[in-house]
């Protein structure tokens, strides 16, 4: 069955620093494209940071332009989990986080390409 995971989301203050995890189980995570979406209310899902080769590599990635330079995704293939290091955390960052797989997705990590979903964490910036 496949299954992920995300953890580490909470409320933090403008400025600061939070790394969420996403644990998979049922699939090797190494061979998929992986992605983190965010979804404020009111507005619909999206990509904020991909990794979008399913090959092994990570070497082709989109990141979207609000987040450019201050939001990182990587990925441990030892413990099957992938992170998104956030920095610089600004209100307008606040959303429910999501991360999802694939095998196959395109270059502009359209969340229509993923299949598979967690269930979302909580990411609150605010003073």
């Known amino acids: 069955q496949v299954q992920l995971v995300e953890s580490g989301g909470g409320l933090v203050q403008p400025g600061g620093s939070l790394r969420l995890s996403c644990a998979a189980s049922g699939f090797t995570l190494e061979y998929y494209a992986i992605g983190w979406f965010r979804q404020a209310p009111g507005k619909e899902r999206e990509a904020v940071s991909c990794?979008?080769?399913?090959?092994?590599?990570?070497?082709?990635?989109f990141d979207a332009d609000s987040v450019k330079g201050r939001f990182t995704t990587s990925r441990n293939n030892a413990k099957n989990t992938v992170y998104l290091q956030m920095n610089s955390l600004e209100p307008e960052d606040t959303a429910v986080y999501y991360c999802?797989?694939?095998?196959?997705?395109?270059?502009?990590?359209?969340?229509?390409?993923?299949?598979?979903w967690g269930q979302g964490t909580q990411v609150t910036v605010s003073s």
């Open positions: 990794i979008t080769s399913g090959d092994g590599s990570d070497g082709s990635t």
């Open positions: 999802a797989a694939d095998p196959v997705v395109g270059s502009s990590c359209p969340v229509g390409d993923f299949a598979s």
